[in-house]
């Protein structure tokens, strides 16, 4: 007997956690996720009843509510099946690292390491599957800084993923000698600390001028509204994207010969 027509095949699932902030502040980007993802040849849908991963109470020491606002998102996504995929090294972290010692000790710790299992930042999966190829190449030839987020950089070990995507979609890249360095943000501590906040943005917004760069791109939203914010209010002429917006934008999808990579 023959197998299955491919051409027929449903598309393999994949589930997209937006995070809170994506959608409370830039809900194009999960729009640009969703794209990207079913370019890829996926069937991508967002997650129902999710919330909050949970981090901002994590991060400033609330341990009980952090977890009782984590679970209805742990709820939700324990409900999917396949790669869950999340535009943020942020929450990504919080869910693959932290949910361990957030959940010890409670019934639902099961799922919630079940959970972490399947889930991916969304450049890392991108990267991972072979996306190398823009069917619109960037026309503007905008040049284009990359910041390294805190928890993608240093919690997941993202850093040549954005990279490489932005490479393929024909965006010419400028590097700065600050793109791994803290944007200043960290959650509550750009409320608690903010004359230090503001130290830090400046520090690399400083350094991104300096490169001739006229975009900043990221993985983080909240790092990219830190910036953004002290951008505008020092009248710096700085544009500041998603990741997701740019790939999505440019065409991106899986490079003709097909194969992932291993």
Not at 184 to 210: C, H, I, N, R, Y
Not at 220 to 247: I, K, N, T, Y
């Amino acid at each position: 007997m023959s197998g299955p027509d491919e051409s027929t095949a449903p598309a393999p699932s994949v589930t997209v956690f937006s995070t809170c902030t994506v959608d409370t502040v830039g809900p194009d980007v999960a729009t640009s996720t969703l794209n990207l993802l079913r370019r890829l040849g996926f069937g991508a849908r967002l997650v129902r009843g999710a919330t909050c991963c949970g981090q901002p109470a994590w991060n400033s020491g609330f341990g009980p509510e952090a977890r009782r606002v984590a679970r209805r998102t742990l709820r939700a996504l324990a409900r999917t099946e396949g790669p869950i995929v999340v535009p943020s090294g942020s929450c990504t972290s919080m869910i693959v690292i932290h949910w361990k010692e957030l959940f010890h000790g409670d019934r639902l710790a099961p799922a919630a390491a079940e959970v972490a299992a399947r889930t991916e930042e969304l450049s890392r999966f991108l990267d991972r599957h072979g996306v190398s190829h823009a069917s619109t190449p960037e026309s503007n030839q905008t040049a284009t800084t990359v910041h390294d987020s805190c928890h993608g950089l240093r919690g997941l070990g993202l850093k040549g993923e954005s990279r490489r995507l932005l490479a393929a979609a024909g965006v010419p890249l400028v590097e700065c000698s600050t793109s791994e360095r803290c944007c200043g943000f960290g959650g509550t501590f750009s409320v608690k600390m903010p004359a230090v906040s503001s130290a830090m943005a400046d520090e690399k917004l400083d350094d991104m001028v300096a490169s001739g760069a006229s975009r900043v791109v990221g993985g983080d939203l909240s790092c990219l509204m830190q910036l953004e914010g002290r951008a505008r209010r020092r009248g710096l002429d700085l544009e500041f994207r998603h990741l997701a917006e740019v790939l999505d934008e440019s065409g991106l999808s899986k490079e003709p010969t097909g194969g992932n990579r291993p």
